[in-house]
């Protein structure tokens, strides 16, 4: 039985689906035991369950069309759940089928997770790679109309459906972004979303980049492997550990990808009511990268598993956080199937970083607050001109399209650049080493 902290909290209300079914922390679980119950709080509400009986009985006999029995009571379970907080949920056979395939990195659909805030059909974020993110969605983009339908009113789950259909066909969004005065419309082709959900290159020599979209479960051994390749162009002097707008994944994952850079120490740990739900999970001494210089980049869109990688690396000193707020959402769901192809999805504990903080509606802030933005050269008629700015100018001895393509890249993505920075000075300071107090004697 698995065990899930994920996806995405409280303002926003989450649903997994094959839009964009985020995989859930998952673990397995021995049987589930009881919770410590007394004889009590153990009997029925007699007059609540004859009232339900009632409702479910006029519901039957005077709704204005007919209603069969399955369609009510499941509608009752999501009821029972929608009421507890925005995780736990009723997962029928479409949706069970989508939270197994997004575990696995592959599932339907345009690519993006979606929520609702103030009412509003919102983009969560959207993934690396898919149609959503080539189409250029952006968190925060509240969705107005799915082809010709307005979205208000619409639940999670019709606003699903409507986005859900066969590779190949398009959909039309219309969408409004925050700062413009007036909508926008986005066509987008849906697809099979395959994701990968590690990608590493090199910043500069001996810079790595790694980039984790979302937590998978071959997510850990992948960010193994990536390092690998990053060693293989030379020793690593700083590595960039990218997590904005990963919203989550497997909690196996997310160990395994802490334990990559920490050798010792408590990564995470969970508490709730049940003896099961109470977990620790350490790191081990076999680890891949335990002392190349890291910053990892974390904002609004980091969720879940993300959250316990970069709590866990903040806490353990092992890594400088930066860029803005994480999302918040510390509590932990398990996965209970019901029969061969419907499950619930319950909240049954909280997380933990290893200092005992509980991030749930908090988030993780940063060690050095870096707001998203991009450089721009100023105005100014006395801007130096370079031999490499020249049109036409002889190459140098290493210069390749590549560089250009990072500077730029450096430019459009300020908290990346300066994360580059950060991990250059921290160089600079190590290699001064202990500085001079007395002068070296003079030799004759």
């Known amino acids: 039985m698995p065990l899930s902290p994920a996806g995405l909290n409280a303002p926003l209300r989450r649903l997994t689906s094959a839009l964009l079914p985020v995989a859930l922390l998952t673990l397995p679980l021995p049987a589930l035991a009881a919770p410590d119950v007394t004889p009590a709080d153990d009997e029925l509400p007699v007059a609540e369950i004859q009232a339900f009986a009632e409702v479910f009985e006029r519901i ?203 050798d010792h120490g408590l990564i995470v740990y969970t508490e709730g009511r049940l003896p099961d739900s109470a977990m620790r999970f350490s790191a081990q001494r076999d680890t891949a990268a335990p002392e190349v210089p890291l910053v990892v980049l974390i904002n609004g869109g980091s969720a879940s598993a993300a959250e316990i990688v970069a709590g866990a690396l903040q806490d353990q000193r092992r890594g400088v956080v930066m860029g803005t707020e994480s999302f918040g959402k510390g509590s932990v769901q398990q996965i209970m199937p019901l029969g061969e192809n419907e499950a619930l999805k319950l909240t049954t504990a909280r997380y933990f970083t290893p200092s005992g903080r509980s991030i749930q509606a908090l988030g993780i802030s ?60 921290l160089n600079v300071l190590s290699e001064r080493g202990t500085p001079v107090t007395e002068p070296p004697a003079s030799s004759e």
């Not at 590549?402 to 950060?422: I, K, P, V």
Request: hydrophobic share 35%; net charge negative.
């Open 60 to 262: 039957k006999r005077a709704y204005v069309e007919e209603v069969d029995d399955a369609t009510l009571l499941r509608n009752a379970m999501r009821g029972m759940l929608s009421e507890l907080d925005p995780h736990s949920t009723y997962l029928d056979a479409e949706d069970y089928q989508s939270l197994q395939e997004s575990t696995q990195g592959e599932f339907g659909g345009v690519g993006i997770e979606v929520g609702k805030r103030d009412g509003q059909l919102t983009v969560i974020t959207p993934i690396d790679d898919t149609p959503a993110s080539r189409a250029g969605l952006e968190a925060q983009d509240v969705i107005l109309r799915i082809d010709d339908t307005p979205t208000e009113g619409l639940s999670l789950q019709q606003a699903v459906d409507l986005m859900r259909g066969d590779p190949g066909t398009e959909i039309r969004l219309t969408i409004m972004r925050q700062g413009e005065s007036a909508p926008r419309v986005v066509n987008i082709e849906r697809e099979i979303i395959r994701t990968e959900s590690v990608k590493q290159e090199l910043l500069g020599p001996g810079y790595g980049y790694l980039r984790i979209s979302q937590f998978q479960t071959r997510t850990g051994q992948q960010v193994v492997e990536a390092l690998e390749t990053l060693r293989e162009e030379g020793p690593l002097q700083g590595l960039v550990l990218d997590l904005r707008n990963n919203p989550g994944g497997v909690l196996q994952a997310a160990v395994d990808v802490a334990d990559a850079f920490l």
């Open 366 to 425: 940063p060690d050095v607050e870096v707001v998203r933005g991009r450089l721009e050269v100023a105005e100014n008629t006395g801007l130096r001109v370079r031999e490499a700015d020249l049109e036409g100018h002889l190459a140098g001895n290493g210069e390749s399209d590549e560089r250009g393509e990072l500077s730029a890249r450096l430019r459009d993505d300020y908290q990346l650049g300066e994360a580059l920075n950060l991990l250059k000075a």
